[in-house]
Structures are given as structure tokens and as C-alpha cells.
T-cell receptor
Framework: QKEVEQNSGPLSVPEGAIASLNCTYS??????FFWYRQYSGKSPELIMS????GDKEDGRFTAQLNKASQYVSLLIRDSQPSDSATYLC??????????FGAGTRLAVHP | DADVTQTPRNRITKTGKRIMLECSQT?????MYWYRQDPGLGLRLIYY???????NKGEISDGYSVSRQAQAKFSLSLESAIPNQTALYFC?????????????FGPGTRLTVL
């Protein structure tokens, strides 16, 4: 079992819709979770971090964490074509090492 | 100016050649990391360093070596490059405190080994 799992996609949503990206992780003691966005050929950039169960909102983005279910998600409201990218879920392991999922490719079509 | 820079940005080399990828940062971070990214596999940690005297192997260190020349510089070497080391390589940095430990990535180096 991979330590961090994501559906590779592509996830296709119409412009203006809500995009829902999901991630599960295997290490029950993990405490810190991150969503990075990566445009093709570019470096990952941090969108959200979440450390506590529940929701965390930042503009059009909402991260959701459920530690009991070992599940973290990212919702993107009012999706725009510029949101089309690969979204990487990362979980912090020991010594601040990040363990990344393979990423979910999101395509927002007009 | 970019906070984390990588050189070169693109490199094509032949099997058996020695290659060095360089990373510099102006963020004042203590911690630096090297990752490689392959299609469908996400980012995998090669080496990481918490300060100049502390270097640790990551998930996939075989075939690679690193040097932390200064707090701001962290180099990755491929002693004898092989085709399956063709990948996108990223350097990242972070602080040591819980308020500064987010990892920030450089622009990447695309390496092709023929």
C-alpha cells in the first residue's frame, strides 16, 4: 500500500463548478498535511496546509481533514480554467520529510 | 529574484558522465532537500540536509551523492549517470521552526541521460 494515495485523474469539471480532490494516507500518527499545485513543467507551490480535523478555508480553496478516516481533501469552488493543474497531496513524516502522492490532474473546461 | 534557484535548468548528458546539479537559496533556511519527479510517481526524496554538517539519505539515494557547501548551497551529483535517472529534479528548502517549516521548491532541473 502506498503511503499517500491519490486518484491520478484527470478530473474534468466545467468552469464555475466545485472540484473535489481526495487523498488518503497510511500513517496514523501523521499530523501535518499539505496541498501543492503544480503546473506542467513548473515547480510545486503550496496552496494549503492543515493540521487539525475539520475544514480550513482560504479564498476559493477549502481543505478538509479527517484523521480517524486518514483522509484529506481539497475543494476548489468556482473552478477556473487557470486552476487546471496537477494537485499534489503531501503528508509530513519524521524529520520534516514530506511524502507525496502521485498527484491528481485537474482539467477545468470553459 | 527567486528565493530558490537551480542550475542548470536543462541538461542532456550521456550514460556514464558525472553530473552536478546546484541549488542556492536566499531564504535563510537551514533545511534543504533534493527530490526527483517521474511521471505517475510523484516526488521522491533523494537526500536532505538539516544543516551544513547534517546530511541524510532519503527514499532513493542510490546512484546519487550530495554536498552542502554552505547554509545556502546544496549540490546533487550523479557520479555515473544512467538513463533511468532521466527525470525532473527539484531542490526545496524549509526553516526549522513549526512556523517556518513549509517546504519551498526551486524551479527544477530537467535532466535527460542518453
Amino acid at each position: 500500500q502506498k503511503e499517500v494515495e491519490q486518484n491520478s485523474g484527470p478530473l474534468s469539471v466545467p468552469e464555475g463548478a466545485i472540484a473535489s480532490l481526495n487523498c488518503t494516507y497510511s500513517d496514523r500518527v501523521s499530523q501535518s498535511f499539505f496541498w501543492y499545485r503544480q503546473y506542467s513543467g513548473k515547480s510545486p507551490e503550496l496552496i494549503m496546509s492543515i493540521y487539525s480535523n475539520g475544514d480550513k478555508e482560504d479564498g476559493r480553496f477549502t481543505a478538509q481533514l479527517n484523521k480517524a478516516s486518514q483522509y484529506v481533501s481539497l475543494l476548489i469552488r468556482d473552478s477556473q480554467p487557470s486552476d487546471s493543474a496537477t494537485y499534489l497531496c503531501a503528508v509530513r513524516g519524521g524529520y520534516n520529510k514530506l511524502i507525496f502522492g502521485a498527484g491528481t490532474r485537474l482539467a477545468v473546461h470553459p | 529574484d527567486a528565493d530558490v534557484t537551480q542550475t542548470p535548468r536543462n541538461r542532456i548528458t550521456k550514460t556514464g558522465k558525472r553530473i552536478m546539479l546546484e541549488c542556492s537559496q536566499t531564504k535563510g533556511h537551514d533545511r534543504m532537500y533534493w527530490y526527483r519527479q517521474d511521471p505517475g510517481l510523484g516526488l521522491r526524496l533523494i537526500y536532505y540536509s538539516f544543516d551544513v554538517k547534517d546530511i541524510n539519505k532519503g527514499e532513493i539515494s542510490d546512484g546519487y551523492s550530495v554536498s552542502r557547501q554552505a547554509q545556502a548551497k546544496f549540490s546533487l551529483s550523479l557520479e555515473s549517470a544512467i538513463p533511468n535517472q532521466t527525470a525532473l529534479y527539484f531542490c526545496a528548502t524549509s526553516g526549522r521552526d513549526s512556523s517556518t517549516d513549509t517546504q519551498y521548491f526551486g524551479p527544477g532541473t530537467r535532466l535527460t541521460v542518453l
